[in-house]
Nanobody, 124 residues
């Protein structure tokens, strides 16, 4: 059974930075894309960023471009989300998800496995 565990969430001031980590374990396939999504109170879950297994292909939501960077270390089965210049509107629970298909997608329902989430709170 594939499991994903997020870490790195915290409370920071606006303008600060955080690095989230997502570690995968158990029945890991040979190739899978990994994405980050977030959900703020009262809002739908939204796409943040995703990275292919090789790391060569990445996609970002418009709000993440220029501020967030996704990367992965397959030797550690870990994907990172570096978040800089954080804003209060970035406050949300951040989830990582693994897509066991052959491609890469920004669509949440195409991801097969999800972590439990990590809370990010940005104060003004």
């Amino acid at each position: 059974q594939v499991q994903l565990v997020e870490s790195g969430g915290a409370m920071v001031q606006a303008g600060g930075s955080l690095r989230l980590s997502c570690t995968t374990s158990g029945g890991i396939p040979s190739s899978y894309a990994t994405g980050w999504f977030r959900q703020a109170p009262g809002r739908d879950r939204e796409f943040v960023a995703t990275v292919s297994f090789s790391g060569d292909t990445t996609y970002y939501a418009d709000f993440a471009k220029g501020r967030f960077a996704i990367s992965r270390d397959n030797a550690k089965n870990t994907v990172y989300l570096q978040m800089n210049s954080l804003k209060p509107e970035d406050t949300a629970v951040y989830y990582c998800a693994a897509d066991m298909g052959s491609g890469i997608t920004i669509v949440s329902w195409e991801y097969d496995y999800w972590g439990q989430g990590t809370q990010v709170t940005v104060s003004s």
